[in-house]
């Protein structure tokens, strides 16, 4: 089996539009072995030329990729770890920068009696008896990235700018918080992190879709006075909070209003996708002249007779484009099937 020159990660349901992605701008690209649900092997692409295009013109679907510049066989045995940690450590300890802070990050596609945490540690050791690299795990500028599957360990390192995001795999954890009301809660402190959003100090917030509640306690937890626009109920805890305003109406009926004047607004609801874009449009003129938003576009999990995934997205930019700049489109570790929008209104006089 030909050796990968880097591993491409993406949601299993959007790894064939992720391979479309890397196709449109490394053509020669050759798909290799597939090396768990959602994990390529690509061949024939240099690592650095695309992740340099991918940096500067963001995919939506790849979530991750990381390169190959060892490959080592495995045993899926207890001994894998020294050896990988000599190995990989010994060898690619000389190739990161020793002003720079890295990381290792290991994923493990296989049954094996050891955690990716054994693997970073053991190989974080090794590294370090070899070069003065600080080790940071919270913010590394360069990472290991090590890759183990039943038969090879894949091991390569890049710049975390160049790995499409700073997690293993693009896995973007967060700890449950106590009082945590619904799982949306992390695609919403995802959406804020990859796309280096700052929430301005009391700033005021529009929640269209807003139950259970997440997305509204989160925008809580940040400071925001919220409007919760959704026909159903809140969670208890919201209703204790007098920052937060429920109005138990549709988006559609909100506007008829009209609506107040906001910093922000998120549109998380189950809507079609193009259908939701036609309402963020007319949201627009209630969102403050450097307002931003945010919003799933909630797709089907295949190609069918509503349309292409693809067609779906385009027609939403098309929707979207005469009032909002599109400043991010990334299918979040967090999102299922759906993708997230980063919005910045078009003031007036600026299109
Ligand atoms: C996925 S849930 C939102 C979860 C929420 N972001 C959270 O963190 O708890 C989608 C919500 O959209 C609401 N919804 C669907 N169509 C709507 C519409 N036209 N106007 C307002 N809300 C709508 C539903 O009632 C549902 O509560």
């Given at each position: 089996?030909?050796?990968?020159?880097?591993?491409?990660?993406?949601?299993?349901?959007?790894?064939?539009?992720?391979?479309?992605?890397?196709?449109?701008?490394?053509?020669?690209?050759?798909?290799?072995?597939?090396?768990?649900?959602?994990?390529?092997?690509?061949?024939?692409?240099?690592?650095?030329?695309?992740?340099?295009?991918?940096?500067?013109?963001?995919?939506i679907?790849?979530?991750?990729?990381?390169?190959?510049?060892?490959?080592?066989?495995?045993?899926?045995?207890?001994?894998?770890?020294?050896?990988?940690?000599?190995?990989?450590?010994?060898?690619?300890?000389?190739?990161?920068?020793?002003?720079?802070?890295?990381?290792?990050?290991?994923?493990?596609?296989?049954?094996?009696?050891?955690?990716?945490?054994?693997?970073?540690?053991?190989?974080?050791?090794?590294?370090?008896?070899?070069?003065?690299?600080?080790?940071?795990?919270?913010?590394?500028?360069?990472?290991?990235?090590?890759?183990?599957?039943?038969?090879?360990?894949?091991?390569?390192?890049?710049?975390?700018?160049?790995?499409?995001?700073?997690?293993?795999?693009?896995?973007?954890?967060?700890?449950?918080?106590?009082?945590?009301?619904?799982?949306?809660?992390?695609?919403?402190?995802?959406?804020?992190?990859?796309?280096?959003?700052?929430?301005?100090?009391?700033?005021?917030?529009?929640?269209?879709?807003?139950?259970?509640?997440?997305?509204?306690?989160?925008?809580?937890?940040?400071?925001?006075?919220?409007?919760?626009?959704?026909?159903?109920?809140?969670?208890?805890?919201?209703?204790?909070?007098?920052?937060?305003?429920?109005?138990?109406?549709?988006?559609?009926?909100?506007?008829?209003?009209?609506?107040?004047?906001?910093?922000?607004?998120?549109n998380?609801m189950?809507l079609d996708a193009r259908y939701s874009a036609e309402l963020m449009a007319?949201?627009?003129?209630?969102?403050?002249?450097?307002?931003?938003a945010?919003m799933t576009l909630k797709l089907p999990?295949?190609?069918?007779?509503g349309g292409s995934r693809q067609g779906i997205i385009e027609q939403s930019r098309v929707i979207l484009n005469p009032v909002y700049?599109i400043?991010?489109a990334?299918?979040?570790?967090?999102?299922?099937?759906e993708i997230t929008l980063?919005l910045?209104?078009?003031?007036?006089?600026?299109?």
């Open positions: 089996m030909l050796t990968p020159s880097l591993i491409l990660t993406a949601d299993p349901h959007f790894l064939d539009l992720a391979w479309v992605e890397l196709a449109r701008v490394q053509p020669a690209a050759q798909r290799g072995a597939v090396l768990a649900e959602g994990v390529w092997g690509i061949t024939a692409v240099n690592f650095f030329t695309l992740a340099e295009q991918w940096r500067q013109q963001p995919p679907f790849a979530r991750h990729i990381c390169p190959v510049h060892l490959a080592l066989p495995v045993a899926g045995l207890a001994e894998d770890v020294p050896l990988l940690a000599e190995a990989v450590g010994g060898d690619l300890a000389a190739w990161l920068d020793p002003e720079l802070p890295f990381s290792v990050q290991t994923r493990i596609l296989a049954d094996a009696p050891y955690k990716p945490f054994d693997v970073n540690t053991a190989v974080a050791h090794t590294i370090q008896q070899h070069t003065a690299a600080p080790l940071d795990v919270r913010q590394p500028t360069q990472i290991l990235s090590i890759v183990v599957t039943a038969e090879a360990a894949y091991a390569g390192i890049s710049l975390a700018a160049h790995n499409l995001s700073d997690w293993a795999g693009g896995m973007h954890r967060f700890a449950r918080q106590p009082g945590q009301i619904s799982r949306a809660e992390f695609k919403l402190l995802e959406a804020l992190a990859v796309f280096h959003i700052e929430l301005p100090a009391g700033g005021v917030a529009l929640d269209l879709g807003a139950a259970p509640g997440g997305w509204t306690r989160i925008l809580r937890q940040k400071g925001q006075f919220v409007t919760a626009i959704d026909p159903a109920i809140l969670h208890p805890s919201l209703y204790q909070d007098k920052n937060v305003r429920h109005l138990r109406l549709n988006a559609e009926s909100y506007l008829q209003q009209p609506p107040d004047h906001y910093d922000l607004i998120v998380d189950r007319a949201y627009a003129p209630y969102l403050h002249r450097h307002g931003r945010l999990e295949g190609d069918g007779p700049t400043a991010g990334r299918q979040l570790f967090h999102n299922r099937s980063y910045k209104k078009i003031a007036p006089g600026m299109a």
